[in-house]
């Protein structure tokens, strides 16, 4: 658990990295449809997971600390 | 490098193939989900046709012939521009003219080297909307399917044609093609509308509704844009679109004067020296120049193209044609027997 919980600010990393680029390729064209579709939409709440888990650990890990 | 610097680099690193990953993946499904997909549903019937009244038991007395007048079969397009069609078909290699169609390609060179710009423009009046249609990548609507650019011409028998707003890449949306109605969404940017009555209409998207839309009789909807004049026909000030618009690129558009007077303008671009292409503002111009009424931006770069007599009329920019979801183009029946 403990290393799976290890995992969890990578997963951020990598899933903020991605949307990043969703966006980026999004301005540039639109036609694509990259953020309106259901990819994005699991993309985006796997990313709010992730970041919230990421941030749920860092605030314990201070309290802890 | 001590171990530490080193292990991070590494753990960064695998976040970054991680990233890599998750984005082909993500991307991968929103672009080619089309395999699994079922074909594009008929078009759903828009409306009951009203029963026809049955015809009246006692005949109306029948009046006698009036001897002399033959009667006037043209359309009401082909009276109003009687000068512009011709009773025989004529084709030059920039013009067609025939009883139903009436094409004019002119070529136009603005600026000088780096900034020199070309642009082709087919002035159009047709008999009826019938010589106005639409083509999909092999006639269907399956979803991201693409067509080889000249077998898709002929196989449509176009006289004129350019290239659409790759229609099979959008899966919402108000888009209705020769009549049938493929998606009733609203859109998610300008909408562009011909009717059935030949009227054509640019739309921002919180602009209309589409039942209204549809009582009205549509013919053609088209989703890409952004439309470049307003009501008054002026250029816009600010246009609906992505940042694309902020660079020179070649372009395809099509211009509304009125009801059977209808211009494609393509742009040719990134070729210095011939052409750079145009910003949305400076095509927005050449319509406002025209005296056009509506005119709507249509999908460019590497897809613009312009043919004619199923030949490619623009200079591609890279050279080699690339396979496009769909086409507007002018035809009519026979024509090819005719040449």
Known sequence: MKKLLSLLPHLSIALTLALTVLVILDVYNPMLGLLRGRPFLILFFLSALAALGTALLAWLGERQG | ?339
């Open chain 2, 1 to 339: 490098m001590n171990r530490t610097p080193k292990r991070i680099a590494l753990t960064l690193l695998a976040d970054l193939l991680l990233a890599a990953l998750i984005l082909g993946a993500a991307a991968g499904a929103q672009l080619f989900p089309a395999r699994n997909r079922a074909p594009a549903a008929p078009p759903e019937p828009t409306a009951t046709p009203e029963p026809v009244p049955e015809t009246s038991p006692t005949p109306e007395p029948v009046s006698e012939p009036e001897p002399t007048a033959t009667p006037d079969l043209r359309t009401p397009w082909q009276i109003r521009f009687a000068d512009q069609f011709t009773e025989e078909t004529v084709i030059t290699e920039n013009s067609y003219t025939s009883p139903q169609v009436a094409i004019h390609i002119s070529t136009i060179q603005t600026g000088e080297g780096a900034k020199t710009v070309t642009y082709h423009l087919a002035d159009i009046h047709i008999a009826s909307l019938d010589n106005f249609r639409t083509r999909t990548a092999h006639g269907t609507m399956e979803y991201f399917d693409t067509q080889d650019l000249m077998e898709m011409d002929a196989e449509s028998h176009a006289i004129l044609a350019i290239s659409g707003d790759f229609m099979l890449y959008q899966d919402r949306g108000f888009l209705v093609r020769n009549g049938e109605i493929y998606h009733q969404d609203q859109t998610w940017w300008d909408l562009c509308v011909l009717f059935e009555d030949g009227v054509m209409e640019t739309y921002r998207r919180d602009e209309y509704s589409v039942d209204e839309l549809l009582e009205r009789g549509v013919a053609q909807a088209w989703n890409f844009g952004p439309a470049l004049l307003d009501r008054e026909g002026h250029a816009m000030d600010s246009y609906e679109t992505s940042a694309a618009v902020g660079y020179p690129n070649p372009r395809s558009a099509i211009g509304y004067y009125e009801p059977g007077h209808y211009c494609f303008v393509l742009v040719d671009g990134r070729q210095e020296g011939y052409s750079r292409g145009m910003l949305l503002p400076e095509l927005a111009k050449v319509f406002e120049e025209l005296g056009c009424q509506r005119a709507y931006n249509l999908d460019g770069g590497g897809s613009a193209v312009m043919t004619f007599l199923h030949e490619r009329y623009s200079r591609q920019s890279n050279g080699a044609d690339r396979p496009l979801g769909d086409l507007l183009l002018i035809t009519e029946e026979g024509w090819e027997d005719r040449r």
